[in-house]
């Protein structure tokens, strides 16, 4: 089904396929079909009554029903090409059974079966037979000399009757576009606040982790003890702990975590750098564990551990000092629970 075809698709979904497959429409229809019957009647249509007459209006009222079948989609091409057919023979019936060009009912409502369908969907089937019938009736008209005042009044309704089946489609498609934007804009809109609400929560938490590690040296600072090495110590140490989770948030592992403390409590300088990620990723407990012996095995110097840009499931580990080297761990970086976003202050 082509980009079209799944528009008329969408269109007629909710829709009630554009109002058409629903019981008031097949009865409404049904009425001006009585009233077509009624109006032969007094006109003389049926007098004196012929097969061919009565078998046409007979198709036209079937083609009512396969035209409002209570299905929210387009016709199908069967029953498409049905009322398309069952029109264009009620069209030759109206047309060679008349001898001069005037308004003819059983033209009329011809029509309203194939403009109508451009209302539930079906348009090139629609615009098919309309054509089919304008190009009857105009190779009629010339071929039997009618005058082109009744050529015109034959062709009147069945023009206007397209024109509005066409103004019908374009207002539905409108209509059903701007209540489908509407609604994508407001699913982005609850996403985003989702997300809003997800990120405060996981916010608040690390706030809260923060402060707990982050009182009691305040408490103690607070009270006066000296400010000596164990003191700065442990304050870099602390330091250090709360700006991992703020640089690297896809590093922040139990393992790591206490390697770093330790190497930054005998001197060592750590940095853990790591992008931020639109996805919630973690590093891979394995991983984490060789990460964290090489972190505790630098005995001075700096050490670096990152997730580059290149590869952003591999984590490198680069120390200098009294053994300067350079490690890389492949595969590091694994998708966390999708329901946890990735950590980030």
Do not use: K
């Not at 489609?169 to 997800?198: K, N």
């Not at 853990?272 to 095995?297: F, K, M, Q, T």
């Amino acid at each position: 089904m082509g980009p079209r075809g799944e528009l008329n698709v969408v269109t007629a979904r909710g829709t009630g396929a554009s109002g058409l497959a629903t019981r008031a429409a097949r009865w409404a229809m049904v009425f001006v079909w009585t009233t077509g019957i009624a109006r032969g009647l007094l006109e003389g249509v049926f007098s004196p009554p012929t097969v061919l007459v009565i078998a046409a209006h007979a198709a036209v009222l079937a083609g009512v029903f396969l035209l409002t079948a209570p299905s929210d989609r387009p016709l199908g091409r069967g029953r498409a090409a049905a009322v398309t057919a069952v029109a264009l023979a009620a069209t030759v019936v109206a047309v060679v059974t008349t001898t001069h060009a005037a308004d003819v009912w059983l033209l009329d409502f011809s029509t309203y079966l194939l403009a109508l369908m451009l209302a539930r969907g079906n348009p090139a089937f629609g615009l098919a037979g309309g054509a089919g019938q304008v190009l009857f009736v105009v190779g009629w008209g010339t071929a039997t000399a009618q005058p082109p005042s009744g050529i015109v009044a034959m062709l009147a309704i069945p023009m206007l009757s397209f024109v509005l089946g066409v103004v019908w489609r374009v207002v539905l498609r409108w209509i059903v576009a701007r209540e489908r934007a509407h609604r994508s804009e407001q699913a982005r809109a609850e996403r985003q606040a989702a997300a809003a609400e997800v990120a405060t929560r996981r916010f608040r938490r690390e706030l809260a982790e923060v402060r707990a590690e982050v009182l009691p040296v305040l408490a103690e600072l607070r009270d006066g003890i000296p400010i000596d090495d164990d003191v700065h110590a442990r304050v870099a140490v602390l330091e250090g702990t709360i700006r991992d989770r703020m640089r690297a948030p896809t590093l922040t592992h139990p393992l790591v975590t206490t390697a770093a403390a330790v190497a930054r409590a005998r001197g060592v300088r750590v940095a853990l750098l790591a992008p931020a990620s639109e996805r919630p990723v973690r590093i891979d407990d394995d991983a984490a564990a060789r990460i964290a012996a090489a972190v505790r095995d630098a005995s001075d110097g700096s050490v670096v551990v990152s997730v580059g840009d290149a590869d952003p499931t591999a984590v490198t580990i680069v120390t200098d000092g009294t053994r300067p080297g350079r490690t890389t761990v492949p595969d590091a970086v694994v998708p966390a629970d999708p329901a946890e976003p990735a950590p980030t202050l």
